[in-house]
């Protein structure tokens, strides 16, 4: 398609960014270091760390690393922390030492996390304490995890507000389980004993791994998307291109509420306000608004990313008018779809339009954005930012004109390179000629703005969480006296889309209560159905397989 978008472009965006100016994301974050040194870098539950503490931090995690625990250059480090401190030491040292960073949802059941680390190959795991015991029960299948690196909620903080907060979450709070881990290593003594040894650089090339970044699929079976230093120097690029009329180098404050396992919160918040030099304000659990909104009081922040459930949240708590707004540039919003009157209120209390973007984990993730002169909400995802390439393809894989939806595809540096062992997947998303196929039915306009307009997969989205009917559906059929089950996705005004399950049963005695009670021992939260409805048969086609859109339109 010719990019008939690049018209639209606000003055200044060039159509063509360089995915080669940098070798890896290392170079970028150590020269980040050095030109910011004193300005802060990362605020997290009253502490602020610097540039130049985070280099010395993540420096003496890497010697570590490599020294004591002997890893070498493309050994896979998973990571399972929420939005702390310690999530940017240990990932940028990972980085720095060369490693692949798995990143892993601190909510994970012990059967979820263990597939992710048999998969990944990883031998060593940085977790916190609060997910100790799931690490405990999942290390026991785990043949080659050999390294479990466990930190309490405040050991970055202060002596003082440190030993308060770990407190706190053990004795009083009850947030830490029991756990029993004989050789596991502190975090605070691995920084210590880094500190001690000597850090050698590691030479990365652009086409090294930096990322093993975990997505579901229609099958329910997660996929680990590479997700190579180049792809995220290429989206680093692009972010800075778009925005460069928009920010300031050295003066940002981001709030950060979506987790930094999440690929969204990792690229645009921690990378990117990492690569200029910005603030990130991380708040630990953005389900908690109240306490999320006394964060932000601290701050004249000038940029906020989230997904429509967060900003809606936060638009109904009646303390969030009384924010300073003043200094609000960016408010960018991706995930999951951001709704009209979610985007217009937003605009009406801050005075800064939501801006909604487009992406994928397996384009790490930016494929479109919104220009930064858009005046209010449009209901598209925006345009392809620079050097990215996008048609639109009807089944058979043939070229659709301007205005006829079919599926999205995507070309461009920042697309993955595969999954993981796994070239049977791979085959299935990429087209011939090099395309990356979306799943998601869209449009594209004469302006070259782009509207989503269904996915083609069955996935759900939950607060911008990817939900995969399979992996739910073969929980629920294991539970005696469940003869089938299907799921899907129904529209819910707080979380985007909610998981509903239909059960044909062949125990009479069977109960809603038992079949969720039963699901939430082997799956994160927001997987689980917030309804269950029996039914006598699944709608299904002549060869039997089942009819979710028949589904879909019942529960409509």
Not at 199 to 214: C, G
């Amino acid at each position: 398609m010719e990019k008939i978008w690049l018209k639209s472009y606000p003055p200044g965006i060039p159509a063509e960014i360089n995915p080669d100016a940098y070798q890896s994301i290392v170079e970028i974050i150590e020269k980040s270091f050095q030109q910011h040194a004193h300005l802060p870098a990362f605020y997290s539950l009253g502490k602020t760390i610097t540039y130049n503490q985070l280099d010395k931090y993540s420096r003496d995690f890497a010697a570590f690393l490599q020294q004591v625990l002997k890893l070498k250059k493309g050994d896979r480090v998973a990571i399972m922390l929420p939005n702390v401190l310690q999530y940017p030491v240990a990932m940028f040292g990972a980085l720095r030492a060369g490693l692949v960073v798995i990143n892993v949802n601190p909510l994970y059941t012990a059967d979820e996390l263990t597939f992710q680390l048999a998969n990944s190959g990883a031998a060593t795991i940085v977790a916190l304490e609060n997910f100790a015991h799931t690490v405990e029960k999942a290390a026991a299948n785990v043949a080659q995890l050999k390294n479990i690196i466990i930190t309490k909620g405040g050991d970055m903080l202060s002596l003082v507000r440190g030993t308060i907060t770990n407190f706190m979450l053990k004795y009083v709070l009850k947030k830490v389980p029991d756990w029993h881990i004989p050789n596991a290593i502190t975090f605070k003594n691995a920084l210590a004993e880094g500190r001690n040894k000597p850090f050698t650089p590691v030479v990365l090339t652009n086409s090294d791994i930096a990322f093993l970044q975990y997505t579901g699929g229609t099958t329910g079976i997660a996929k680990g998307a590479i997700l190579t230093h180049r792809n995220l120097v290429a989206n680093l690029q692009q972010a800075e291109a778009w925005f460069k009329n928009l920010l300031v180098d050295s003066q940002e404050v981001i709030i950060t509420a979506l987790p930094l396992y999440h690929i969204f919160s990792l690229t645009a918040n921690c990378l990117f306000f990492t690569k200029i030099g910005g603030l990130n304000v991380l708040i630990v659990n953005p389900r908690d608004i109240p306490f999320t909104i006394k964060e932000m009081q601290k701050f004249k922040f000038t940029a906020v990313t989230g997904v429509n459930t967060l900003f809606n949240a936060l638009l109904k708590d009646p303390h969030f008018e009384s924010l300073d707004f003043s200094k609000l540039r960016l408010s960018l919003g991706g995930g999951m779809a951001v709704q009209k009157v979610v985007a217009d209120k937003w605009q009406e209390v801050t005075k800064a339009p939501l801006l909604e973007a487009y992406g994928l984990t397996e384009t790490s993730p930016c494929v479109t954005i919104n220009p930064t002169n858009l005046k209010s909400y449009n209901g598209t995802i925006g345009l392809p930012v620079s050097s990215t390439d996008v048609c639109i393809l009807d089944d058979d894989r043939n070229e659709l004109p301007i205005g006829e939806v079919g599926e999205l595809a995507i070309k461009g540096p920042q697309v993955m390179y595969g999954y993981w062992q796994n070239p049977s997947e791979t085959e299935k998303v990429f087209t011939e000629d090099g395309w990356l196929l979306t799943g998601d039915m869209a449009s594209i306009d004469e302006n070259g703005f782009i509207t989503l307009h269904e996915r083609k997969k069955d996935m759900i989205l939950v607060s911008g969480f990817n939900v995969y009917p399979n992996e739910v559906e073969e929980v629920i059929a294991k539970i005696r006296g469940v003869r089938e089950v299907a799921v899907i996705g129904v529209p819910d005004e707080n979380s985007g889309e909610a998981v509903r399950a239909y059960v044909v049963k062949e125990d009479e005695n069977l109960t809603p209560e038992r079949i969720i009670a039963e699901a939430r021992r082997h799956l994160t939260a927001y997987k689980i159905p917030r309804k269950i409805e029996f039914c006598e048969e699944l709608p299904k086609t002549n060869v039997g397989k089942i009819l979710r859109r028949a589904l879909r339109e019942k529960a409509v």
